[in-house]
């Protein structure tokens, strides 16, 4: 019942000025009429979703604009979309956490006030890099100087919670390339930073580049250099590590986000959605036409649902949890799962331990400063 009390509502809008060619998520550039028809299902999945009793059995405490790229739909419409969830659903009694991602190009001044007075309070800026170079190859329609433009016009705005994207271990970049970019984030005082790794996934076109052999990526110690570099900048801020990609200043981290670490309950809307209600994982239709043919037709749009047994939901809330610097309570899930995690483990733990990449401390496991760069490993051992 407590994670019900704390739970997310995710708005997935699907929709980008263009495909980014590193991306893997659902998303794609909108036709004539696409924002209008997405507008009003996920209206209507919303109204559907509300009468559902794993539904109603849900306190609200953050909602996550996400995509795709929230801000290429109106202001006015996302503070809509904002209004109806507020009416329909139950939140919490202190101020939810309402964040909507935002990318340079794509707002300006006028339409950060709008998001504010709506009250969305927490804005992620997806910058990615300052070197209008990078931004090129990444596929970015926005430059450097706008992306410092976008930051300063909401804090003048009123966002005081601002976090922003940045990437790293891209085609061609040098460490000293990527200390430029953390430096000048450094310079825009931020409170919150996400810093992802390239990953080059399957089937977009950076992995058909890179299969042709079009670019190099930096390689191994490249990247822990730059990762190094990391922990140098933030070391010297008020930033603190509190996920593997992620840093905040004291009360900044993302509580939608740990809320996912934590495997809590989340509902989710619109096209491709994922939601985590009752212990079952639900998937929605992501081909628009038939999402809106669906929810017309008085269903909530979930194509595909999955109940994880005990076992694989624990195993689930370990590798996710893990990814916090705090790592898991071993208490916690005991009495989540009625499952010892020293003995479910065994010898992998023993060995993770001994090998200095995890460590078992105070009734907490969590991922050792070495165990850290190497987490995807640690983590394919645990699933």
């Known amino acids: 019942m407590e994670r019900a009390a704390s739970a997310g509502l995710y ?11 590193y991306c893997s998520f659902h998303s794609f550039p909108p036709q004539p009429g696409d924002i209008a028809r997405s507008l009003a299902a996920t209206q209507a999945q919303m109204r559907l979703a509300a009468t559902l009793p794993e539904v109603r059995a849900l306190t609200f405490a953050t909602v996550f604009f996400g995509g795709g790229t929230p801000s290429l739909l109106p202001a006015e419409a996302l503070a809509g979309l904002l209004a109806e969830a507020r009416r329909l659903f139950t939140f919490t ?8 991602e935002v990318n340079p190009g794509t707002v300006d001044a006028t339409g950060l006030a709008h998001l504010r007075r709506a009250g969305f309070n927490r804005l992620s800026v997806g910058v990615q890099s300052f070197n209008d170079t990078e931004l090129r ?40 390339d990527w200390q430029t970019t ?11 930073l996400s810093m992802y790794e390239l990953t080059v996934e399957e089937g977009t076109p950076f992995a058909l580049a890179a299969g042709r052999g079009d670019w190099r990526l930096p390689n191994e110690d490249e990247v822990l250099t730059m990762m190094a570099a990391i922990d140098s900048a933030v070391g010297a801020s008020d930033l603190t590590r509190y996920e593997i990609s992620n840093y905040a200043a004291t009360g900044r981290q993302c509580r939608h986000n740990l809320n996912y670490w934590h495997n809590g309950c989340y509902l989710g809307l619109g ?3 994922v939601s985590g209600l009752d212990g079952e994982r639900r998937l929605a239709m992501a081909d628009l036409a038939t999402f809106c043919r669906t929810v017309a037709a008085g269903s909530p749009g979930w194509c595909e649902s999955e109940r994880l047994d005990r076992e694989a939901a624990f195993r689930e809330t370990v590798v996710m949890g893990l990814r916090m610097t705090a790592g898991v309570q071993l208490a916690e899930l005991e009495h989540r799962f009625s499952i010892d995690l020293v003995r479910y483990y065994g010898a992998t733990l023993t060995r993770l331990v001994a090998q200095d990449l995890l460590v078992l401390r105070d009734g907490r496991l969590f991922l050792s400063a070495r165990g850290l760069p190497l987490a995807n490993r640690v983590m394919a051992d645990m699933v």
């Open 11 to 21: 708005v997935h809008v699907p929709f980008c000025r263009q495909k980014c060619p």
């Open 93 to 100: 009694i202190e101020e939810p956490e309402i964040t909507v």
């Open 137 to 176: 190859l990444l596929g970015r329609i926005h430059r450097g100087t706008e992306a410092r433009e976008v930051i300063a016009a909401a804090r003048r705005a009123g966002f005081a919670n601002l976090s922003f994207d940045l990437m790293y271990g891209l085609p061609g970049q040098t460490v000293g």
């Open 182 to 192: 953390l430096d000048r984030a450094m310079t825009l005082a931020p409170v919150h």
């Open 271 to 273: 096209p491709g959605a």
